[in-house]
């Protein structure tokens, strides 16, 4: 994505990112998405949705009990992407310290429980151990 004078807009830009959830780095984060595009260039813009709550129902009984009460750490990590300034970095690391969320979430209007983390941004699962909360590459 980029402005009209060629600049880049948003921290991600044209980058590729791979699923996660909006603004889960977020005390308060978006409870919905809206996405629009003006202009698409063809073979660009592959767009695809989950379903957490297909993900979470899909688990099996022990998981579901394992897991229930887990909660996500969260670090903004945008400024890992980023051509700025170690100061730059150092504000959004103030502006966006690391958070907590529920792993499993009721939604309120369904009363249904769906999965609620970010591969991108999750640190770790606290409660579980290192190597099966993050085990990387």
Same mark, same amino acid.
């Given at each position: 994505?980029?402005?009209?004078?060629?600049?880049?807009?948003?921290?991600?830009?044209?980058?590729?990112?791979?699923?996660?959830?909006?603004?889960?780095?977020?005390?308060?984060?978006?409870?919905? %998405?809206?996405? +629009?595009?003006?202009?698409? =260039? !063809?073979?660009?813009? #592959?767009?695809?949705?989950?379903?957490?709550?297909?993900? $979470?129902?899909?688990?099996?009984?022990?998981?579901?009990?394992?897991?229930?009460?887990?909660?996500? %750490?969260?670090? +903004?990590?945008?400024?890992? =992407? !980023?051509?700025?300034? #170690?100061?730059?970095?150092?504000?959004?690391?103030?502006? $966006?310290?690391?958070?907590?969320?529920?792993?499993?979430?009721?939604?309120?209007?369904?009363?249904?429980?769906?999965? +609620?983390?970010?591969?991108?941004?999750?640190?770790?699962?606290?409660?579980?151990?290192?190597?099966?909360?993050?085990?990387?590459?």
């Amino acid at each position: 994505m980029k402005k009209e004078d060629g600049g880049r807009l948003g921290s991600l830009s044209s980058s590729e990112l791979n699923w996660h959830s909006d603004q889960s780095y977020r005390t308060r984060p978006a409870t919905g %998405v809206i996405f +629009y595009a003006v202009e698409v =260039r !063809e073979g660009q813009g #592959d767009t695809s949705w989950r379903n957490m709550q297909a993900a $979470y129902e899909s688990l099996s009984a022990e998981t579901k009990r394992e897991i229930e009460g887990l909660s996500c %750490v969260l670090r +903004y990590n945008g400024y890992e =992407r !980023e051509n700025i300034s #170690d100061e730059e970095k150092h504000k959004l690391r103030e502006q $966006y310290p690391e958070v907590r969320h529920p792993l499993v979430l009721t939604v309120p209007t369904f009363g249904r429980k769906t999965l +609620y983390l970010d591969i991108s941004i999750t640190s770790l699962i606290a409660g579980i151990a290192q190597e099966r909360s993050h085990p990387g590459p």
